[in-house]
């Protein structure tokens, strides 16, 4: 008798060990429930699959861990080859906000709400006491307010992009203490203030994206530190002062941006003998001086943009050694004397040296 009824104990609690692992748990439905009010889908109906006990199983989006079945991943991108797209023949379109609600799932590795055009609100500050969290995308809303100040505290972020909003505010001090960052995207927002100066802590990141914002002071020279930044994009801020002539050393750096600002000063030398930079464009600015007559058979830029700036003398000869020239546009400065007639020249328009004094 007291044999049946130890083991009767053993199995029940066996199958509730079993029901506990096999469908998430309460909370973090009630979570997604809530964070699945604070938005409106009108056109895909992809909420319609969050329904039954177990939203590990067929909710849009959604993906669990496997063995203890907590919520790991939302993934909701409003432009996706998706079938449900495909029926819909449109992309998506949501309005709402991201609920605090979404801080309940403590679990939670990848958050992903992007791309829906009309989500508001602001980041909800708790986002920074998801410890577990790795991947943070947010791009193509129209989310205002601030980035979270302690966005620092997320030690295992590998991406944050928050593109394409309308953040405003200053980039928080504490970014750069995202040390396993490699992906940081925030262009086309409202951000203003400067670079963290030491923003060169980033030591994993090998793309920098702050494009189309209102940043003010200089760039700082510690970009210089990170040795896998492959591309850098700061144009159409309003950025001052120099090129750091540390970027021409930076070895994997294959994309400068830095248009539309108001930099002054030459061009550092070592930026056009770069042989690992392939885009450069440094139009719109104030820059002056001489071109660098520093181009060798190592030099292949697919783009050089140097227009709309102060630069005179002569075109450097050295160009006509260069390996490959892609786009090449000197136009709208002070250059003087005679355009070469060898390649790359011959193949480019007349508007490449256009409104220069004496071309």
Known sequence: MVHSVFFSVLLALALAFSTAVTACTPSDKAALLSFRQALNDPYLGIFN???GE???ANWYGVTCNPETKRVADVILRGESEDPIFERAGRSGHMTGYISPSICALDRLTTLVVADWKAISGEIPPCITSLSQLRILDLIGNTISGRIPADIGSLSRLTVLNLADNQISGEIPASIVNLNKLMHLE???NRLSGVIPS???KLSMVSRVLFSGNQLTGTIPSSFA???????????LNQLTGTIPSQFGSMPVLSTL????NHLSGEIPANLLSNSRLNILNL???????????????????TVIDLSNNYLRGAIPRSLAAARYIGHLDLSHNHLCGPVPKSPPFDRLGSSSFASNDCL
């Not at 530190?225 to 144009?235: G, K, M, Q």
Request: hydrophobic content about 30%.
């Open 49 to 51: 699959t969050w329904k």
């Open 54 to 56: 177990d939203c590990c």
């Open 186 to 188: 925030l262009r086309n």
């Open 198 to 200: 030491d923003i060169g």
């Open 225 to 235: 530190n990170i040795y896998r930044l492959a591309d850098l994009d700061l144009s």
């Open 257 to 260: 941006n830095l248009d539309s």
């Open 283 to 301: 139009s719109r600015n104030s820059l002056e001086g001489h071109l660098p007559d520093v181009f060798t058979q190592k030099t292949y830029f």
